[in-house]
Antibody, heavy 127, light 106 residues
Framework: QVQLQESGPGLVKPSQTLSLTCTVS??????????WSWIRQPAGKGLEWIGR???????NYNPSLKSRVTISVDTSKNQFSLKLSSVTAADTAVYYC???????????????????WGQGTLVTVSS | DIQMTQSPSSLSASVGDRVTITCQAS??????LNWYQQKPGKAPKLLIY???NLETGVPSRFSGSGSGTDFTFTISSLQPEDIATYYC????????FGPGTKVDIK
């Protein structure tokens, strides 16, 4: 079955750019009508959806982060990536990648549920 | 933004008890609601999608119901392995999660 694995630096300095990659195994990132998302969770807190990408390159972002986020996809490597610029301590969190499945168009846009998830990677923003 | 609330924020119950968690949306989200289980140090796991559909492989003691603004998640007979935090997530608009309900064994 499909598995996801996050990778990237665990420590990023304030004002720099956080960069993470999610590698998809057990299936092609291009097969099926799935979206590929990033979600984060500060320690001891809840979950925040960051954004998603379709293999066509179409993206949707959380408005609260939109000015700092870029999500891209590399279908040849079966990977998708997250870049978050101008980070501060508030961006310290476990970052998850996840596949989004859907069967419903909500006002013309497909949205759904996250399954499976990667194991998560802790990114700390500190000098 | 659609805000999600959950209650209670935590609960303790005995093995075999029926456990119920509620999730409320700040506006009508039809049945666009999912439930996840997160064990400590692990990624969330999808249990219920579209408010009431059990994900393949998930034990039948888990169930969900509701539509509109009010939703319920139930564990019919709590097991020791169900110790976790449970989150609801709406997708009527950009996805947002509830704050979570931590479930412990009494």
């Amino acid at each position: 079955q499909v598995q996801l694995q996050e990778s990237g630096p665990g420590l990023v300095k304030p004002s720099q750019t956080l960069s993470l990659t999610c590698t998809v195994s057990g299936g092609s990132i291009s097969s099926g009508s799935y979206y590929w998302s990033w979600i984060r969770q500060p320690a001891g807190k809840g979950l925040e959806w960051i954004g998603r990408i379709y293999t066509s390159g179409s993206t949707n972002y959380n408005p609260s982060l939109k000015s700092r986020v870029t999500i891209s996809v590399d279908t040849s490597k079966n990977q998708f990536s997250l870049k978050l610029s101008s980070v501060t301590a508030a961006d310290t969190a476990v970052y998850y990648c996840a596949r989004e499945g859907w069967i419903t168009m909500v006002r013309g846009v497909p949205w759904g549920w996250f399954d499976p998830w990667g194991q998560g990677t802790l990114v700390t923003v500190s000098s | 933004d659609i805000q999600m609330t959950q209650s209670p924020s935590s609960l303790s119950a005995s093995v075999g008890d029926r456990v119920t968690i509620t999730c409320q949306a700040s506006q009508d989200i039809s049945n666009y609601l999912n439930w996840y289980q997160q064990k400590p140090g692990k990624a969330p796991k999808l249990l219920i999608y579209d408010a009431s559909n059990l994900e393949t492989g998930v034990p039948s003691r888990f169930s969900g119901s509701g539509s509109g603004t009010d939703f319920t998640f139930t564990i019919s007979s709590l097991q020791p392995e169900d110790i976790a935090t449970y989150y609801c997530q709406q997708y009527d608009n950009l996805p947002t999660f509830g704050p979570g309900t931590k479930v412990d064994i009494k």
